[in-house]
């Protein structure tokens, strides 16, 4: 029974980290006084509070808030009855750049319902904590040294029941990585080919953290873009969901504290290097154009997205979703830091200074200081997964073209809209 729980806990934190919310009878809006949510440090932040039912105010109901820095302790913490169901929160202020989260959760008929609200204050000011290993480059060129030995020994199998008149649809597996005792693991991904010959350019997809299958992007193949969307386990990628939830609940769980100890054995080496040999396998293809690729993915795809851009030249543009992994020790400088969180006060066991160490060679601050290529970022100041201070600190490093397409009000979620958007400038830079 233990084992069932854990195992459909593990479930719903992978889908919570990506669905958009669910709604609610009851409605906690909150929102700071500025309309596009940013301020100057020391100016002073009130949040607007109502809480409703089919729209309209409900009196009388009692809430709790707390005001304060993201994923810290907060700097004001209180209760209050809503007379007439709204009312509006002196926050104060920040004197130097961060954010300023107002959660608010209000009691209706013994049931809680939660909302909040992040001011942000100058984020584009917001510095990096994390520390720049002086063979950082070094480190990564030995490691993609070693990659191009390892013979690529593609396989791919026909999914004729996923294929379409358009394109055809392949499970394939390759040769990733050589660990430190010589065993050498596989890479697993969907991959979609336009049928008509000719050449196209590629797309990369990169996962979201969990352990999952995948069904490949046909949507963009459909537009004549080669897909390959990968896994990162070293598992292949179209078995039952049972499979999935068991690894994740047991043997893969939680994998990005693998070996943090040990930069050579840790878990993102063959992940981040498994990204850059997915490419070796676009480039190996006939038809690949040899030129337009791209890569793109959201939160642990995000990070991929920047690390692999940062890592490989091939690529040419990236779209990154909230990145995690990005400036991880912020917690040990009195600030959120990315996710997986694993520096902040419930993981003292890991505040180790190997530990610390080896996550600077992995962390996308690092990374983001080597992209050269055009980038659309994209986020939101309500994100609880990747602080938004985290985000900042590895995008106002990116030197090249970059923008950054805010949705303020969301969280670790996407509007449809701004998927779309993100999937048609990905197209137009493709066909160029």
Same mark, same amino acid.
């Given at each position: 029974? *233990?084992?069932?729980?854990?195992?459909?806990?593990?479930?719903?934190?992978?889908?919570?980290?990506?669905?958009?919310?669910?709604?609610?009878?009851?409605?906690? #809006?909150?929102s700071p006084d500025h309309k596009d949510w940013t301020y100057q440090p020391g100016e002073k932040t009130n949040f607007r509070v109502s809480v409703t039912q089919n729209e309209e105010l409900i009196p009388n109901c009692k809430i709790k808030y707390e005001i304060?820095?993201?994923?810290?302790?907060?700097?004001?913490?209180?209760?209050?009855?809503?007379?007439?169901?709204?009312?509006?929160?002196?926050? +104060?202020?920040?004197?130097?750049?961060?954010?300023?989260?107002?959660?608010?959760?209000?009691?209706i008929d013994g049931k809680d319902y939660r909302g909040l609200a992040t001011a942000g204050y100058n984020p584009n000011d917001i510095k990096q904590t994390v520390s720049y290993p002086g063979d950082f480059l070094s480190f990564w060129d030995s490691a993609k040294i070693a990659l191009a030995k390892i013979p690529l020994d593609a396989r791919m199998?026909?999914?004729?029941?996923?294929?379409?008149? *358009?394109?055809?649809?392949? #499970?394939v597996n390759i040769q990733n990585f050589r660990d430190v005792n010589n065993n050498t693991v596989r890479l697993y991904g969907i991959l979609c080919v336009p049928k008509k010959?000719?050449?196209?350019?590629?797309?990369?997809?990169?996962p979201g953290a969990g352990v999952r299958p995948y069904a490949g992007d046909v949507a963009m193949a459909d537009r004549g873009i080669i897909t390959l969307e990968i896994g990162i386990h070293g598992i292949p990628v179209n078995m039952d969901q049972s499979v999935y939830l068991n690894l994740g609940a047991g043997a893969l769980a939680s994998y990005w504290t693998y070996n943090m100890d040990d930069r050579d054995r840790y878990y993102y080496k063959r992940v981040y290097l498994g990204c850059v040999r997915a490419n070796d396998f676009i480039?190996?293809?006939?038809?690949?154009?040899?030129? #337009?690729?791209?890569?793109?993915?959201?939160?642990?795809? +995000?990070?991929?997205?920047?690390?692999?851009?940062?890592?490989?030249?091939?690529?040419?543009?990236l779209g990154a979703f909230y990145p995690a992994l990005s400036d991880l020790t912020g917690y040990l400088n009195n600030r959120a830091g990315g996710w997986p969180h694993m520096f902040d006060k419930n993981n003292p066991q890991h505040i180790t200074d190997a530990k610390i160490k080896t996550t600077a060679y992995y962390d996308v601050v690092n990374f983001a200081r080597q992209i050269r290529v055009p980038g659309v970022y994209s986020w +939101?100041?309500?994100?609880?997964?990747?602080?938004?201070?985290?985000?900042?600190?590895?995008?106002?490093?990116?030197?090249?073209?970059?923008?950054?397409?805010?949705y303020q009000e969301t969280g670790h979620w996407t509007y449809p809209e701004q998927t779309e958007k993100m999937n048609n400038w990905l197209y137009e830079m493709l066909k160029k």
């Open positions: 029974m *233990k084992k069932l729980i854990s195992t459909i806990l593990s479930f719903i934190i992978i889908i919570s980290l990506y669905a958009q919310p669910v709604e609610r009878l009851i409605k906690v #809006h909150v304060g820095l993201e994923k810290m302790n907060p700097m004001k913490k209180d209760s209050m009855i809503l007379s007439n169901g709204s009312t509006t929160l002196e926050a +104060g202020t920040l004197n130097a750049s961060g954010f300023l989260r107002c959660i608010v959760t209000a009691t199998t026909l999914l004729p029941d996923r294929c379409s008149e *358009k394109y055809n649809v392949y #499970h010959e000719g050449k196209y350019p590629a797309l990369l997809r990169v480039f190996s293809l006939p038809q690949f154009d040899g030129q #337009h690729l791209a890569v793109t993915g959201g939160s642990q795809g +995000g990070a991929l997205s920047i690390v692999t851009a940062g890592l490989d030249p091939r690529v040419k543009y +939101g100041y309500n994100d609880e997964t990747c602080p938004p201070t985290s985000m900042y600190s590895s995008y106002n490093l990116i030197s090249a073209p970059k923008e950054l397409w805010l």
